[in-house]
């Protein structure tokens, strides 16, 4: 008897695909998405159980369902992603150094001049002559 | 980044100027401006002197172990005085347009009293 594709398997392990790569997509167009990723805790969380019934078919029923070794395969590599996934937003986006001489509210601004995109120099003391203020926005290049 | 240029005419009706700093050369900065979509100023700090200045040196972090900059921002007044600082311990969270608009309406309510 030919045995069953165990479609739960590989819709699980697409999940956890889904889950581990949407993220950054995912918030720059849903900001609500940003500081705590429960979109893609949705989608692992998803991904477990659909891989969980697709191991459960092919041990449980290895007559009927393939997947004993694909399925063991594609739950290794979920689990890898969902790894990966974690040390980036838990371990790796927080390994940074304390920053404890940055200058505090009331504290005098550094004075600074540097050129913009096109190479004009910006001063902000020009700036501040203009405006009524003037919001720096430190980042960390080519995000 | 995005964030601030979807509300960058609320900054300007305000007087209030946004910079954007990086140790990206300017060719990097205009790159990203274009693909993106950004028209507020990106300043290149390719040495990151105004990067240690401000204190939010974020040392070899970059590509080939350059000095970059940690995510932070800074809402200065006319004065040259410093109002309002944003550190953050995680590269992830970072202040939105809504947490500098509402400094910013706060400053200018004191400034007005």
Redesign the interface.
């Known amino acids: 008897m030919k045995r069953n594709w165990n479609a739960w398997l590989w819709a699980g392990f697409g999940l956890a695909l889904a889950g581990a790569f949407s993220y950054i997509s995912l918030f720059?167009w849903f900001?609500i998405t940003?500081?705590v990723p429960w979109v893609s805790y949705l989608l692992f969380i998803a991904a477990g159980c659909l891989l969980g019934i697709g191991l459960h078919r092919a041990f449980g029923q290895p007559e009927r369902y393939r997947g004993k070794v694909s399925g063991v395969i594609l739950g290794v590599l979920s689990l890898a992603m969902i790894g990966m996934f974690c040390y980036f937003?838990f371990i790796l986006?927080?390994d940074?150094?304390?920053?404890?001489?940055?200058?505090?509210?009331?504290?005098?601004?550094?004075?600074?001049t540097?050129?913009?995109?096109?190479?004009r120099p910006?001063a902000?003391?020009e700036?501040?002559?203009t405006?009524?203020?003037?919001?720096?926005?430190?980042?960390?290049?080519?995000? | 980044?995005?964030?601030?240029e979807r509300r960058l005419n609320e900054?300007h009706a305000?007087?209030?100027?946004?910079?954007?700093?990086?140790?990206?050369s300017?060719q990097?900065?205009?790159k990203?401006?274009a693909s993106r979509g950004y028209t507020y100023?990106?300043?290149?700090?390719v040495k990151a002197?105004?990067?240690r200045?401000?204190?939010?040196l974020?040392?070899r972090?970059?590509e080939d172990g350059r000095d970059?900059?940690?995510?932070?921002?800074?809402?200065?007044?006319?004065?040259?005085?410093?109002?309002?600082?944003n550190?953050t311990?995680?590269?992830?969270?970072?202040?939105?347009p809504e947490n500098?608009l509402r400094e910013?309406d706060w400053?200018?309510a004191v400034a007005a009293r």
């Open positions: 720059i900001p940003r500081d937003t986006s927080k940074m150094p304390a920053s404890t001489d940055a200058p505090h509210a009331g504290q005098h601004a550094p004075r600074f540097l050129p913009d995109g096109a190479g910006v902000l003391d700036l501040l002559k405006h009524k203020a003037v919001l720096l926005i430190f980042y960390r290049g080519y995000w | 980044m995005r964030g601030f900054f305000r007087g209030v100027e946004v910079l954007a700093i990086s140790a990206d300017n990097e900065s205009r990203l401006c100023p990106f300043l290149s700090d002197e105004v990067i200045s401000y204190g939010v974020h040392p972090a970059g970059i900059a940690r995510p932070a921002e800074f809402l200065i007044d006319a004065t040259g005085t410093i109002r309002w600082v550190l311990n995680d590269l992830r969270v970072r202040a939105r500098a910013i400053l200018m």
